[in-house]
T-cell receptor
Framework: GAVVSQHPSWVICKSGTSVKIECRSL??????MFWYRQFPKQSLMLMAT?????????EQGVEKDKFLINHASLTLSTLTVTSAHPEDSSFYIC???????????FGPGTRLLVL | DAKTTQPNSMESNEEEPVHLPCNHS???????IHWYRQLPSQGPEYVIH???SNVNNRMASLAIAEDRKSSTLILHRATLRDAAVYYC????????????FGPGTRLSVLP
């Protein structure tokens, strides 16, 4: 149990385009989902926390108008990188938890390359 | 924020036990200690978590010091597939499930 998937697993796009990444909890309902970003040889950095049906809470320094997060159902959250630029190239990882008190289960990650 | 300190890297021989230490001297009374590991180009994988008592599961054991200021993740028989970056994380209280990832310990397993 507790499987989280992400789609796509990798994406290459041109600068200025928008990219949507999906995060799904496959065998459980996730009240809370999280989005992280990881640059090469660095640790994970939390970008935002989203609760189903509510607006996401963004970490300091993360532009909410650039990284749009939607958590419309208990099994799906999406991250849209709007007007992507090369500096947005990174490994994006989501996680999900059944409730705010339970542990997080992570997806396999999505590698984004912006040319 | 309660932070953790781990060695940057460790080495182990295959089929030997591995003890991965973590210091968290500023831990608060209700902070849970979580361990995750991350293989290259993959998302973190849950390993184990605990509060006060030692914990065992099929992957590992977690030994928590009596004062809770440190803990040790124990892999009983290291395999090549255990080579990964291991993160010791405290779940911040009052902020739901926010995890703060440190640099972790890169474990190398030698055949």
């Amino acid at each position: 149990g507790a499987v989280v998937s992400q789609h796509p697993s990798w994406v290459i796009c041109k600068s200025g385009t928008s990219v949507k990444i999906e995060c799904r909890s496959l065998d459980f309902q996730a009240t809370t989902m999280f989005w992280y970003r990881q640059f090469p040889k660095q640790s994970l950095m939390l970008m935002a926390t989203s609760n189903e049906g509510s607006k996401a809470t963004y970490e300091q320094g993360v532009e909410k108008d650039k990284f749009l997060i939607n958590h419309a159902s208990l099994t799906l959250s999406t991250l849209t990188v709007t007007s992507a630029h090369p500096e947005d190239s990174s490994f994006y990882i989501c996680s999900a938890s059944r409730t705010a008190r339970e542990t997080q289960y992570f997806g396999p990650g999505t590698r984004l390359l912006v040319l | 924020d309660a932070k953790t300190t781990q060695p940057n890297s460790m080495e182990s021989n295959e089929e030997e036990p591995v003890h991965l230490p973590c210091n968290h001297s500023t831990i608060s009374g209700t902070d849970y200690i979580h361990w995750y590991r991350q293989l290259p180009s993959q998302g973190p994988e849950y390993v184990i978590h605990g509060l006060t008592s030692n914990v065992n599961n099929r992957m590992a054991s977690l030994a928590i010091a009596e004062d809770r200021k440190s803990s040790t993740l124990i892999l009983h028989r290291a395999t090549l597939r255990d080579a990964a970056v291991y993160y010791c994380i405290l779940r911040r209280t009052g902020y739901g499930q926010n995890f703060v990832f440190g640099p972790g310990t890169r474990l190398s397993v030698l055949p």
